[in-house]
T-cell receptor, first 113, second 115 residues
């Protein structure tokens, strides 16, 4: 069951520029999470935003959530080559009395030095 | 160091063989998960366990089996019934409770290739 979809699929920028990635989802959520994955590695949790929050910051990361539009954005400011990775949003889906996280296909970010 | 480990990093399997992927965590987490990732794709949930001796099927459980005899361990067996097992397998854990409120901690993954 596909819940979150990231946009764009790939993004290439220069070091120092800002990178914005978007996530859209279909059904109501409790929270939305963003994860990062370096090539061939496991995912690392970046930030969790609750459904009653509109914006959250963590270092160079800024996440927004618009529940009326069922969308979220992840902004990385002053990007560095080390930010090169894939970024995934994850939303909660409730099915048959159980709850699970569903991940999108990700945005592949390349930051060129 | 606290963390979640997976072994082996690379695994090669001949068609018709069962293989078992190891996942161990020392974070004292109640919940553990197995995901499959194909190139350019997101993660798909195979199995999850919220507590010892209990587990549930995810979205793509066919051809896979798991056990949860210890809190720290959640091994995944890829059986010969799995038609296309070549993929990157990720194990994760969380403190438990509501999935949506807790971050998941991931292992480094096992890349399985069927020869």
């Amino acid at each position: 069951s596909q819940q979150g979809e990231e946009d764009p699929q790939a993004l290439s920028i220069q070091e120092g520029e800002n990178a914005t990635m978007n996530c859209s989802y279909k059904t109501s959520i409790n929270n939305l999470q963003w994860y990062r994955q370096n090539s061939g590695r496991g995912l690392v949790h970046l930030i969790l935003i609750r459904s009653n929050e509109r914006e959250k910051h963590s270092g160079r990361l800024r996440v927004t959530l618009d529940t009326s539009k069922k969308s979220s954005s992840l902004l990385i400011t002053a990007s560095r080559a080390a930010d090169t990775a894939s970024y995934f949003c994850a939303t909660d889906v409730r099915e048959g009395g159980s709850e699970k996280l569903v991940f999108g296909k990700g945005t592949k970010l390349t930051v060129n030095p | 160091d606290g963390g979640i480990t997976q072994s082996p990093k690379y695994l090669f399997r001949k068609e018709g063989q069962n293989v078992t992927l190891s996942c161990e965590q020392n974070l004292n987490h109640d919940a553990m998960y197995w995901y499959r990732q194909d190139p350019g794709q997101g993660l798909r949930l195979i199995y999850y366990s919220q507590i010892v001796n209990d587990f549930q099927k995810g979205d793509i459980a066919e051809g896979y089996s798991v056990s949860r005899e210890k809190k720290e361990s959640f091994p995944l067996t890829v059986t010969s019934a799995q038609k296309n097992p070549t993929a990157f397998y990720l194990c994760a854990s969380s403190i438990g409770g509501a999935v949506s409120y807790n971050e998941q901690f991931f292992g480094p993954g096992t890349r399985l290739t069927v020869l």
